[in-house]
Every structure is written in structure tokens, then in C-alpha cells.
């Protein structure tokens, strides 16, 4: 396929009578890596959260695949396709296992599929060793780890990650760092909203920011570097 | 001062005895209870967690009436019944008056405002992400609402205790659409209210201490399935 993976045209947002987000136009494509930067409150998670159809919004346009899509009436199929990771993860109140196994139920994989699934992306995220923890006494990183391997067993073709590295200590934000690294190399499709440089410095990342509800592309940090 | 201690001898001997007449009265009690909340507990968690996360039009007022409705009297909610099911009510024609059907019906109706508030204010204690996540892993709407309801399962048994608890110990209900007619209707309430009347204390006594036990077995047994639900 040739076209963008996602087009959105003419995204309008208001609290009350503040209008956070006004983006004229956002192409995500197949494969590519993204990053949104901006201030606090500035409508980054508001923008991945439309994208996900978690949050009601005025859009003009919005295709997937070419395929129009209405946010009033998000389809379930396109849940399948856009995995979105809440800054803070939540965890169901099962096993970690069970957590990363929530998503594959909900699309009916069989048992035996899912197990070697799950097993494939709790070494993944090198979570495999807190299988006996109870998800609520995992710590921030820890956390942060399953909620990826919970949406990358999905193999989603576009994964919405919000602020994924925030309020992480030292270590748990470079083995997170690296997680979403391995997962940019992939062909899906990786949006992150965040301040991290590290992150907005990835290779390969194409840089947006969101300043004034506007999106504004940003130059490229390597190709800065290069010159 | 009334003198306790025989009473409480003789119902252990009533109970430890297997009298069938005692054992009957344990058995209806049982049956009328479970039946009223296995049929009602489903509709009114469902009820519950609409209320708690569908926005529409009134429903301040309806969670306001269903707060309201905790502390309906159960004599209220037999006489209501009595009326309805009586020969000349309008349900009169399908002859449930006194019968254990009438029991559980009047049970299922004082159990209803209970479940749904206590669910409705389990739902609402929920995380909000809870619900987020599982739609954006990919949750139907019904599977993402039992999600919901799994986390906060602690809350939603606590609204189980407290319904099977209420009418579980309800005479006023029972007594009205039931008629305590001994081996139909005759359950452990309305029983120790008959005994206490006739000065059967000892009968009286057993039935109570059997009332308290199977209450506490019932929640032991609903808090083993809850399991360490919201304990920290």
C-alpha cells in the first residue's frame, strides 16, 4: 500500500471555550516513527487519545487505510488495529500473564497460540522473571514493560504511545527506551507523545511539535548533527 | 431476669438432634434467599453499572430514588405485594399469594436497591483507566464492562453481602406474601418471630444461632470466591 497508513484532516478540541487542538492535518505512514513534543497540558495525549477513538472530537476527515472512519461510531476493527499505552499503565488485577493476555482473548486466539504469544513477548520486554509478582506491586518501569508487551503481542499496525518514559527512574527509562527502540525497528507504525531527547533523538524518528493546538513539523535532529 | 441458659441447651439439642421440622424451616429460608438473589443479583449488577457510567437524562434522580430505597422498610414492600398478588390485585389471577414464589419475589425486590447501589458506587470507585484499557486492547462493549466489574469485584461482593444479609434476615416480607404456613413458607425469621410469640424460646434460640451461622457461611463462601480482591 502506498498511501498513509492514517490520514487525519481538520481536528478541532475544545474544553468548554478553550480550543486545545486545532490540527489542520496529521499522515502517519507504514513502518515510520513518530514523535509529538510540546508543553504540558498542550493536547499531546488529547491528539493520541482521538487517534484511539478514546476521546470524542470535530474531525473533518479521518481515513485508515484509505478507509473512512467515523469517531462517534469507532469501529472495532480498527481497536485491533491502534493499540494505545496510557502514560501511567494500568494493569488488570490478574496475573501478568493475564494481562498480556487480555487483548489476544478479546480477538478469540486459541489457548495454545496465545501462551507461546505471551511467553514470546514476556521475553520481549524481559518481564518473563515477574511472572509470580502481582501487577499492583510492579514498579513504575516494570510496569511500563508489560503495558508494551500487552500491545505488542497485539501486533498492532500503529502503536500510540503516551509520554511512555515520564516519572521513570534512571534505569527503568533506558531499558523502556530500549524497548521502544526494537519496537520503531519493526513495520508498524509508532507514535509517541512525549519530552523525552533521548527519544525525540531516536534515529529514523520524524518529529512533530504541538504548540497552540497546531501541529508543527520539526527538523530533523540527525540530519542537524550530520550537517 | 430470664433465665437463658436452658433455652440455649435445648436448641443445641433441637439442632444437633436433626429435628426435620427445624431443618425444614433452614431449608426454605435457604432456598427462598439463594433462589431471590441468583435470579435478581445479575439484572441488578447490570442496572448498576448503567447507572454508574451511561449518562442520560434523570439519572441523578434515579440514583438518588435507589439510594432512597436502602432503607424501604420490608413490611412496606410485602404490603405492596399483598395488594398486588391478593385474589383481587392485579396479579391476582396467578395465585403466587403464600407461596414461596411470592417469598422470593418480595426478597428479590428488597435485595434490587442494594446491589444496584452498592454496584453503582463499586463502578464508580473504578479506575478510569480501567475501562480505556480494555476498549483499547480490544474489548467488545459487554467484555470491556465485565472487566470493569472484575476489578472492582471487592465492591460488587460487598453489595452481594449486604443484599443476601438483608433478606436473608427479613420477617416483614416473608410474614405478608409468605404466610408462614409451616413447611411451604415458614422460613427461620418469620419461625423465631412465631416461637418467640408462643414462648418457645428454645426453638427460637436454635433458629437464630442457625440464622447467624448460615449468614456468616454464606459471606465466608462468597468472600473465599472474592479472594484477596482490594486487601492490601
Known amino acids: ?227 | 431476669m430470664m433465665d437463658l441458659l436452658e433455652p440455649a441447651q435445648q436448641a443445641f439439642h433441637l439442632l444437633f438432634a436433626g429435628d426435620p421440622e427445624l431443618w425444614q424451616i433452614i431449608f426454605i429460608s435457604l432456598r427462598v434467599s439463594v433462589t431471590a438473589m441468583l435470579v435478581i443479583t445479575p439484572f441488578a449488577i447490570a442496572a448498576g453499572f448503567f447507572l454508574a457510567t451511561v449518562p442520560f437524562p434523570g439519572r441523578r434522580a434515579l440514583v438518588i430514588l435507589v439510594q432512597g430505597l436502602l432503607a424501604s422498610p420490608t413490611v412496606v414492600v410485602g404490603l405492596l405485594l399483598y395488594l398486588l398478588l391478593s385474589r383481587a390485585g392485579p396479579f391476582g389471577d396467578w395465585r403466587l399469594l403464600f407461596t414461596p414464589e411470592a417469598m422470593m419475589i418480595g426478597q428479590g425486590i428488597i435485595a434490587f436497591p442494594v446491589l444496584v447501589a452498592f454496584t453503582l458506587s463499586a463502578v464508580q470507585s473504578a479506575d478510569p483507566r480501567t475501562h480505556d484499557t480494555a476498549v483499547s486492547l480490544g474489548a467488545g462493549t459487554t467484555h470491556a464492562a465485565l472487566t470493569t466489574l472484575l476489578e472492582v469485584r471487592f465492591g460488587v461482593m460487598a453489595a452481594i453481602f449486604n443484599a443476601f444479609g438483608r433478606v436473608f434476615s427479613e420477617v416483614g416480607c416473608s410474614l405478608m406474601v409468605g404466610g408462614n404456613i409451616l413447611g411451604l413458607t415458614r422460613n427461620i425469621p418469620t419461625a423465631i418471630a412465631l416461637e418467640t410469640s408462643k414462648g418457645e424460646f428454645a426453638q427460637g434460640i436454635a433458629l437464630g444461632f442457625v440464622l447467624m451461622l448460615t449468614a456468616l457461611g454464606v459471606n465466608y463462601a462468597l468472600a473465599f470466591m472474592q479472594g484477596e480482591g482490594g486487601l492490601k
Open chain 1, 1 to 227: 500500500m502506498n498511501g498513509p497508513l492514517l490520514r487525519i484532516e481538520g481536528v478541532r478540541k475544545s474544553y468548554g471555550s478553550r480550543l486545545i487542538l486545532d490540527v489542520d492535518c496529521l499522515e502517519l505512514h507504514a513502518g515510520e516513527s513518530y514523535v509529538v513534543t510540546g508543553d504540558n497540558g498542550v493536547g499531546k495525549s488529547t491528539l493520541l487519545r482521538i487517534l484511539a477513538g478514546l476521546e470524542s472530537a470535530q474531525v473533518a476527515k479521518y481515513l485508515f487505510e484509505g478507509y473512512s472512519v467515523s469517531l462517534e461510531n469507532y469501529p472495532r476493527e480498527l481497536r485491533r488495529e491502534i493499540i494505545y499505552v496510557h502514560q501511567h499503565p494500568y494493569l488488570f488485577k490478574t496475573s501478568i500473564t493475564g494481562n498480556i493476555a487480555y487483548g489476544l482473548k478479546a480477538r478469540g486466539v486459541p489457548k495454545l497460540q496465545r501462551e507461546t504469544l505471551v511467553k514470546e513477548a514476556m521475553d520481549w520486554a524481559g518481564v518473563a522473571n515477574l511472572d509470580h509478582v502481582p501487577p499492583q506491586k510492579l514498579s513504575g518501569g516494570e510496569k511500563q514493560r508489560v503495558a508494551l508487551a500487552r500491545a505488542k503481542v497485539l501486533n498492532p499496525k500503529l502503536f500510540l504511545l503516551d509520554e511512555p518514559t515520564a516519572n521513570l527512574d534512571a534505569e527503568a527509562r533506558r531499558q523502556t527506551i530500549e524497548l521502544i527502540q526494537r519496537l520503531c525497528l519493526g513495520n508498524n507504525c509508532v507514535l509517541i507523545a512525549c519530552h523525552d531527547y533521548e527519544l525525540i533523538n531516536l534515529p529514523h524518528m520524524r518529529r512533530m511539535a504541538l504548540a497552540e493546538g497546531q501541529l508543527v513539523p520539526q527538523v530533523e535532529a540527525s540530519q542537524e548533527q550530520a550537517g
